[in-house]
């Protein structure tokens, strides 16, 4: 059976990755690894909004998105960020193709709960799992921007780690890979846990083990962990073939599992 594995990665840390990450996705795609990229994007879109001087705010750590800011999240993302991704990757000698979730309708959305006061952001309701399946039949690497749509047509900003979570559910990868700027989770002494339960982040959350900007991080990966993905990784991008030991080896970075 082939492998196949989706990866999640912020767009600032994967614009500061070094070109020995994409040789080693090159690599893998060689040996008919297959890959799937979703993507963020957050810090270049607050720096665009910036630019364009318009005011954004979050509510529980989710952006609020008028119309205004979605257009900018969605050139930001769909665009910039998007594109930039394949350039590095196809620097490499691996091919890519770039997508948002708006393409084919490949993301289906819905307003989040409260919408009324965090305006267009989505839930994903299905994946097109058959669009993305069809670019891996063709050799392509899929990086996708998490732009949701509905049946009617609007569009919704989608947290990353959500849309990496549900296309990997939809393609029935079990393993999630999250590309970050550590090492793993690390208890008080600083050393990584190779493996660690939800129930024990919450834990570690509660007694201070886990803090500050490791906190986000390791919800997003918990986030990740629904439907048919039993475990998420968290490794350090900067390590060298980090991508061939986590698909192929194992025993990098801390794997968090349901229990």
Request: with cysteine; aromatic share 4%; charged share 20%.
């Amino acid at each position: 059976m082939e492998q196949r594995f989706v990866m999640k990665c912020g767009g600032s840390t994967l614009a500061a990755l070094p070109a020995s990450f994409f040789e080693d996705l090159r690599d893998l795609q060689e040996r008919g690894v297959k890959a799937v990229i979703v993507h963020g994007g957050g810090p270049a879109i607050s720096e665009t909004l910036g630019k364009l001087g318009i005011a954004s705010e979050f509510v529980n750590g989710l952006r609020k998105t008028s119309d205004e800011v979605l257009d900018v999240v969605e050139m930001v993302l769909a665009g910039r960020i998007n594109k930039e991704i394949v350039r590095r990757i196809q620097q490499s000698g691996a091919k890519s193709l770039g997508l948002s979730g708006v393409d084919g309708e490949l993301i289906k959305a819905q307003p989040v709960a409260n919408a009324d006061e965090i305006g267009f952001v989505g839930d994903v309701t299905d994946v097109n799992a058959k669009i993305v399946e069809g670019v891996m039949g063709m050799g392509y690497i899929p990086v996708i921007a998490p732009i949701g749509i509905d049946a009617a047509g609007q569009r919704y900003n989608i947290n990353a780690d959500t849309a990496a979570g549900a296309v990997a559910s939809h393609l029935g990868v079990e393993r999630m890979i999250v590309v970050t700027d550590v090492p793993g989770i690390m208890n008080g002494q600083k050393q990584v846990l190779p493996t660690v339960t939800v129930e024990e982040i919450e834990a570690m959350i509660a007694s201070g083990e886990i803090y500050g900007g490791m906190i986000p991080k390791v919800r997003a990966a918990i986030a990740c962990i629904h439907g048919q993905v039993k475990e998420v990784v968290i490794v350090n991008g900067d390590v060298p073939g980090v991508l061939s030991k986590a698909v192929l080896e194992g025993g990098i970075g801390t794997r968090i599992v349901q229990a």
